[in-house]
């Protein structure tokens, strides 16, 4: 199984970034996946979950109304609409894929950095 993260690039703060992760190796739908992020001198910490059939999703308090997950089961692809980010938000954005619990596999990895 792996995970492909891109998307990730500079941008200003206001701005808006959509991030993509692709996954290979087994099928798609059979893994929730989800959004983390780790910002230089701090612990990786969660971003956004989404469920196997995309129905249900779950985001960290720091990014509600601002960052949405989605997912194309079709195309094996999950993905991060970032809106409105700040400098708070820059950090290593990684993709994980679980299939039951914990997450089991993760992407290498996309730096978002904003300016202020």
């Known amino acids: 199984v792996q995970l492909q993260a891109f998307g990730g690039g500079f941008v200003e703060a206001g701005g808006f970034l959509r991030l993509s992760c692709a996954i290979s190796?087994?099928?798609?739908?059979?893994?929730?996946m989800g959004w983390f992020r780790q910002a230089p001198g701090k612990e990786r910490e969660f971003v956004a979950t989404?469920?196997?059939?995309?129905?249900?999703?779950e985001y960290a308090d720091s990014v509600k109304g601002r960052f949405t997950i989605s997912r194309d089961n079709a195309k094996n692809t999950v993905y991060l609409q970032m809106n409105s980010l700040n400098a708070e938000d820059t950090a290593v954005y990684y993709c994980?894929?679980?299939?039951?619990?914990?997450?089991?596999?993760w992407g290498q990895g996309t730096m978002v950095t904003v300016s202020s």
């Open positions: 994980a894929a679980a299939i039951v619990g914990s997450y089991e596999y």
């Open positions: 190796g087994r099928t798609f739908s059979s893994y929730a």
């Open positions: 989404i469920a196997r059939n995309g129905r249900s999703t």
